[in-house]
Protein backbone atom coordinates (compact mmCIF):
# COMPACT_ATOMS: atom_id res chain seq x y z
CA UNK A 1 0.00 0.00 0.00
CA UNK A 2 2.77 2.13 1.11
CA UNK A 3 4.96 2.21 -1.87
CA UNK A 4 1.72 3.53 -4.28
CA UNK A 5 1.56 6.67 -2.49
CA UNK A 6 4.84 7.97 -3.42
CA UNK A 7 4.09 7.99 -7.21
CA UNK A 8 0.88 10.05 -6.04
CA UNK A 9 2.20 11.90 -4.06
CA UNK A 10 4.95 12.68 -6.33
CA UNK A 11 2.58 13.19 -9.36
CA UNK A 12 0.02 15.61 -7.17
CA UNK A 13 3.57 17.30 -6.19
CA UNK A 14 4.56 18.20 -9.82
CA UNK A 15 1.30 19.06 -10.91
CA UNK A 16 0.75 21.81 -8.60
CA UNK A 17 4.43 23.20 -9.37
CA UNK A 18 3.27 22.95 -12.81
CA UNK A 19 -0.21 24.92 -12.21
CA UNK A 20 1.89 27.43 -10.17
CA UNK A 21 4.01 28.01 -13.02
CA UNK A 22 0.82 28.68 -14.90
CA UNK A 23 -0.14 31.00 -12.67
CA UNK A 24 2.90 33.22 -12.83
CA UNK A 25 3.25 33.38 -16.44
CA UNK A 26 -0.21 34.36 -16.65
CA UNK A 27 0.44 37.09 -14.53
CA UNK A 28 3.68 38.04 -16.22
CA UNK A 29 1.89 38.19 -19.80
CA UNK A 30 -1.54 39.02 -18.96
CA UNK A 31 -2.44 42.95 -20.18
CA UNK A 32 -4.97 43.66 -17.52
CA UNK A 33 -2.56 43.16 -14.51
CA UNK A 34 -0.93 46.64 -14.97
CA UNK A 35 -1.68 48.92 -12.23
CA UNK A 36 -3.74 51.48 -12.97
CA UNK A 37 -1.56 54.84 -13.08
CA UNK A 38 -2.11 58.36 -14.25
CA UNK A 39 1.28 58.57 -15.82
CA UNK A 40 2.96 61.75 -15.32
CA UNK A 41 6.47 62.11 -16.77
CA UNK A 42 7.70 63.21 -13.45
CA UNK A 43 6.10 60.03 -11.74
CA UNK A 44 6.66 57.43 -14.29
CA UNK A 45 7.84 57.94 -17.91
CA UNK A 46 11.43 59.61 -16.56
CA UNK A 47 12.62 56.39 -14.70
CA UNK A 48 11.14 54.05 -17.98
CA UNK A 49 12.95 56.25 -20.32
CA UNK A 50 15.81 56.60 -18.59
CA UNK A 51 16.18 52.74 -17.95
CA UNK A 52 15.61 51.41 -21.17
CA UNK A 53 15.98 54.27 -23.85
CA UNK A 54 18.79 56.60 -22.80
CA UNK A 55 21.75 54.14 -22.86
CA UNK A 56 21.34 54.73 -26.55
CA UNK A 57 19.61 58.04 -27.42
CA UNK A 58 22.11 60.19 -25.22
CA UNK A 59 25.29 61.79 -25.31
CA UNK A 60 26.77 63.53 -28.27
CA UNK A 61 26.26 61.34 -31.38
CA UNK A 62 22.59 59.63 -29.56
CA UNK A 63 21.26 56.58 -31.99
CA UNK A 64 18.97 57.72 -34.83
CA UNK A 65 20.33 61.32 -33.96
CA UNK A 66 17.09 60.76 -31.27
CA UNK A 67 17.83 62.33 -27.83
CA UNK A 68 15.71 61.67 -24.91
CA UNK A 69 17.23 62.91 -22.06
CA UNK A 70 14.80 65.24 -21.12
CA UNK A 71 10.53 66.43 -20.87
CA UNK A 72 11.08 68.43 -23.95
CA UNK A 73 12.82 65.40 -26.22
CA UNK A 74 10.55 62.74 -25.31
CA UNK A 75 7.48 64.87 -25.81
CA UNK A 76 9.04 65.50 -29.71
CA UNK A 77 9.25 62.24 -30.09
CA UNK A 78 6.27 61.04 -29.46
CA UNK A 79 4.87 63.86 -31.43
CA UNK A 80 7.31 63.54 -34.86
CA UNK A 81 9.38 60.67 -34.09
CA UNK A 82 7.10 57.78 -33.68
CA UNK A 83 8.12 56.49 -30.52
CA UNK A 84 4.34 55.31 -29.76
CA UNK A 85 4.55 53.23 -33.06
CA UNK A 86 8.22 51.93 -32.45
CA UNK A 87 7.48 50.68 -28.63
CA UNK A 88 4.32 48.85 -29.92
CA UNK A 89 6.01 46.65 -32.68
CA UNK A 90 5.85 42.91 -32.27
CA UNK A 91 9.07 41.51 -31.20
CA UNK A 92 10.14 40.55 -34.24
CA UNK A 93 10.05 43.52 -35.99
CA UNK A 94 13.59 44.87 -36.37
CA UNK A 95 12.04 48.55 -35.51
CA UNK A 96 10.89 47.72 -32.41
CA UNK A 97 12.00 50.32 -29.77
CA UNK A 98 14.36 49.55 -27.19
CA UNK A 99 15.70 46.94 -29.79
CA UNK A 100 16.78 44.03 -27.47
CA UNK A 101 12.89 42.96 -27.01
CA UNK A 102 11.05 45.74 -26.42
CA UNK A 103 9.43 47.38 -22.93
CA UNK A 104 7.68 45.48 -20.28
CA UNK A 105 3.55 45.25 -20.96
CA UNK A 106 3.36 47.63 -18.02
CA UNK A 107 5.56 50.22 -18.87
CA UNK A 108 4.39 50.07 -22.35
CA UNK A 109 0.60 50.34 -21.31
CA UNK A 110 2.23 53.81 -19.40
CA UNK A 111 4.22 55.11 -22.40
CA UNK A 112 0.78 54.80 -24.61
CA UNK A 113 -1.85 56.43 -21.77
CA UNK A 114 0.97 58.98 -20.56
CA UNK A 115 0.77 59.70 -24.56
CA UNK A 116 -2.83 59.82 -25.23
CA UNK A 117 -3.51 62.12 -21.89
CA UNK A 118 -0.99 64.70 -23.83
CA UNK A 119 2.03 64.45 -21.75
CA UNK A 120 1.74 65.56 -18.73
CA UNK A 121 4.52 66.70 -16.90
CA UNK A 122 3.59 66.47 -12.71
C1 LIG B 1 20.31 49.52 -27.93
C2 LIG B 1 20.15 50.89 -28.37
C3 LIG B 1 18.77 51.51 -28.33
C4 LIG B 1 17.88 51.55 -27.27
C5 LIG B 1 18.05 50.96 -25.87
C6 LIG B 1 16.74 52.32 -27.73
N1 LIG B 1 16.93 52.71 -29.02
FE1 LIG B 1 15.65 53.84 -30.13
N2 LIG B 1 16.93 53.73 -31.73
C7 LIG B 1 18.12 53.06 -31.74
C8 LIG B 1 18.71 53.16 -33.06
C9 LIG B 1 20.05 52.54 -33.50
C10 LIG B 1 17.82 53.92 -33.85
C11 LIG B 1 18.00 54.31 -35.33
C12 LIG B 1 17.60 53.19 -36.22
C13 LIG B 1 16.12 53.07 -36.30
O1 LIG B 1 15.45 54.05 -36.64
O2 LIG B 1 15.61 51.98 -36.00
C14 LIG B 1 16.70 54.26 -32.98
C15 LIG B 1 15.60 55.00 -33.38
C16 LIG B 1 14.55 55.36 -32.55
C17 LIG B 1 13.42 56.15 -32.96
C18 LIG B 1 13.18 56.74 -34.33
C19 LIG B 1 13.90 58.04 -34.46
C20 LIG B 1 13.56 58.73 -35.77
O3 LIG B 1 13.61 59.96 -35.79
O4 LIG B 1 13.25 58.05 -36.74
C21 LIG B 1 12.59 56.30 -31.87
C22 LIG B 1 11.29 57.06 -31.77
C23 LIG B 1 13.23 55.58 -30.79
N3 LIG B 1 14.41 55.02 -31.23
C24 LIG B 1 12.70 55.48 -29.53
C25 LIG B 1 13.24 54.72 -28.51
C26 LIG B 1 12.61 54.54 -27.24
C27 LIG B 1 11.30 55.19 -26.82
C28 LIG B 1 13.41 53.71 -26.52
C29 LIG B 1 13.16 53.16 -25.15
C30 LIG B 1 11.85 52.61 -24.90
C31 LIG B 1 14.56 53.37 -27.35
N4 LIG B 1 14.42 54.00 -28.56
C32 LIG B 1 15.63 52.57 -26.96
C33 LIG B 1 18.71 52.43 -30.68
C34 LIG B 1 18.15 52.24 -29.44
Known sequence: ??????????ITACLA???CQYNVESVLYGSSDCPPIEATYQMHIAEIIENHCEGCHSGNNPS????????DHV???SSYS????RI???LSDPNIMPPNGGLSACDTEALLNWVANGTPFE
Open 88 to 90: QLP
Open 75 to 77: VAA
Open 64 to 71: GGLLLTNY
Open 17 to 19: LFS
Open 1 to 10: MRIHLFPILF
Open 82 to 85: GLAD
